[in-house]
């Protein structure tokens, strides 16, 4: 038997390290996985929650593949990326609808039928990329899993059902009647606000409330049931009669879990399945990035007063509001001393060149929002924005236009964050005495930068939430085993009211016939003292006799 040599010590030295290593850290080595990601939702605010999920995958060693309609502004050199941009007259269309609604006045009703309506061509522009022939390519590859945006376009679990791989969704906000029946997430209408209503953090709501929220929910409930129709349609037409694939209500069951981008401690508190899994937060950098040189001297120069910035989001481009709205801003911003960064898409065309205001066609939104001398944010309550915001800990002015906005600008100013302003029926006014107070009133400050704290106090951070759980997905091969009952569940069967009608149905079964029962004795009874009655003087007769 030879000695060893130094090169074997070597290399056992090596495997022992390496073993230490992974023993130390806990972490198993995994092997990369394939990973597909399909984002089709035409919002670009959407696509960066998504894309940082798909950037943590890629950074932590994975495959991934990326189909998107647009160009996305969070990316990974390693992520290959499969971009299907909508026809030109589609784009255009999304655009128009989209325009209208910063000029309408908003009713509820009308609201919704807008949101219904700029939701076909969002329907469209979806369905257009997933019937797309740059999608075969996709469909001849094997992936071990499959990520996808929601927003109301189920007809998508159309890639899953032809990939028959697991499917993760992920979803830009809090667990919500959408998402929640998907995974079993138990619809509690008296005490977990619905979609379109808020509540404070703690508060018991009142009557009145609960009764609203059974509405809200109920009638969310059927307009899901109603768009249900529509989707399953879309998903047969994508299907094009292929019978091997599974059913659009098989692959309704099939959903593995939900990213939410929210936080439990953004409240209320609400029940949660192990299907909803909480990445509040994803987008934001664990650090922020330098700025570039024109912002970071901007800033810096701001010091004694602090800088504010104003932007109404990617969707809502500040073009679309009114000129005579504009104005208005641009009135207030350039007579306050505080410096101001401004969002505008036509930098040569401005509001106005006041020396306080720099205009910026495009924001590293949460790198300026990091900065210390940024004391107010003015938004249009994006739940992204709401969220850098929060996470960073600037109080906010909020203009919220439509969608989950107002609820937005609501959650800020009961939250004490912050007011609000209405910015379809903008006053010069109002909106100098709300930038005022809630820059100089510091209750605002103080309140985001508490909850602030509390919302980065995590067992995990949203990062390595989602690299767990992606991979728990892909160790267990869909986790099956983790899905609640309540998916396969009907209505009569979640409420109960079968059983409760079963149970008045026996109660009064039982009651009839205690009845019949009863009067059955009675008759008895009687028919014994009537005897009894007739014998007894008989009876005392004889005694007396006797
Ligand atoms: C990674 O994904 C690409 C695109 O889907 C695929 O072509 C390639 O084979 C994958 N690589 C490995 C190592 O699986
Ligand atoms: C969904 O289907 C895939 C494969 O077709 C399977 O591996 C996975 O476990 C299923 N997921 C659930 C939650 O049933």
């Not at 070597?10 to 495997?15: D, E, P």
């Not at 369905?127 to 390519?137: A, F, G, I, S, T």
């Not at 292929?242 to 939410?260: A, G, P």
Request: proline share 5%; charged share 20%.
């Amino acid at each position: 038997m030879k000695f060893w040599r130094a090169a074997d010590i070597s290399k056992l030295i090596a495997i022992a390290a390496i073993t230490f290593m992974a023993i130390s850290t806990g972490v198993q080595p995994v092997h990369s996985a394939n990973i597909l990601g399909v984002f089709l939702s035409p919002s670009p605010s959407h696509l960066i929650v998504h894309m940082s999920i798909m950037k943590t995958l890629a950074e932590r060693g994975h495959n991934v593949t990326v189909v998107t309609g647009q160009k996305s502004k969070v990316n990974h050199e390693k992520i290959h990326n499969i971009i299907i941009e909508p026809s030109e007259a589609l784009q255009r269309k999304f655009n128009e609808e989209l325009s209208g609604l910063g000029t309408k006045k908003k009713s509820m009703w009308k609201m919704l039928t807008r949101v219904i309506t700029a939701d076909t061509v969002m329907f469209t522009i979806q369905l257009d990329v997933l019937k797309n022939e740059r999608l075969q390519e996709i469909y001849e590859t094997n992936y071990d899993l499959v990520i996808m945006g929601y927003f109301m376009n189920n007809f998508q679990w159309i890639v899953p059902a032809k990939l028959n791989c697991p499917m993760i969704l992920s979803w830009t906000g809090q667990p919500t009647e959408m998402i929640n029946e998907l995974v079993g997430v138990p619809h509690e209408v008296s005490y977990v606000p619905s979609y379109f209503m808020t509540q404070k953090n703690g508060e018991v709501p009142s009557f009145s409330s609960r009764l609203l929220n059974i509405f809200a929910n109920a009638a969310l409930r059927l307009f899901i049931t109603g768009m249900d129709i529509r989707l399953e349609a879309r998903y047969k037409e994508l299907a094009a009669g292929d019978t091997t694939l599974r059913t659009y209500h098989q692959m309704r069951e099939n959903v593995s879990l939900i990213f939410c981008n929210s936080h439990f401690s953004e409240g209320p508190i609400r029940p949660l399945v192990p299907g909803i899994v909480e990445i509040g937060g994803i987008q934001i950098k664990d650090k922020p990035d330098p700025l570039p040189k024109t912002l970071s001297d901007f800033l810096n120069a701001s010091k004694p007063n602090g800088a504010k910035l104003f932007s109404l989001g990617s969707i809502m481009k500040a073009s679309n509001v009114q000129p005579a709205t504009v104005q208005i801003i641009y009135k207030v911003l350039s007579s306050l001393k505080q410096n101001v960064i401004w969002k505008w898409e036509d930098l040569s065309n401005t509001p106005g060149n006041a020396s306080n205001i720099l205009y910026q066609k495009w924001l590293p939104q949460d790198d300026i929002l990091a900065h210390p001398n940024l004391k107010l944010f003015i938004t249009h309550a994006g739940k992204g924005g709401m969220v850098e915001s929060i996470y960073n800990g600037v109080p906010m002015v909020a203009m919220p236009v439509f969608a989950e906005q107002p609820a937005n600008a609501d959650k800020i100013v009961s939250s004490g964050y912050g007011l609000q302003v209405d910015i379809l029926n903008l006053k010069e006014e109002p909106f100098r005495e709300a930038i005022t107070e809630v820059l100089n009133n510091p209750v605002y400050r103080n309140n985001v930068q508490a909850f602030s704290k509390l919302y980065r106090d995590r067992p995990l951070s949203a990062r390595e939430n989602v690299i767990y759980w992606v991979e728990y997905v892909l160790r267990h091969r869909g986790a099956a085993h983790m899905q609640s009952p309540l998916v396969r569940m009907n209505f009569l069967q979640s409420s109960s009211l079968d059983v409760f009608l079963t149970i008045i149905v026996a109660l009064y079964a039982i009651w009839k016939v205690l009845k019949w029962a009863f009067k059955g004795l009675r008759k008895l009874i009687r028919l014994a003292i009537g005897k009894f009655k007739t014998v007894k003087p008989r009876k005392s007769k004889k005694s007396k006799k006797e």
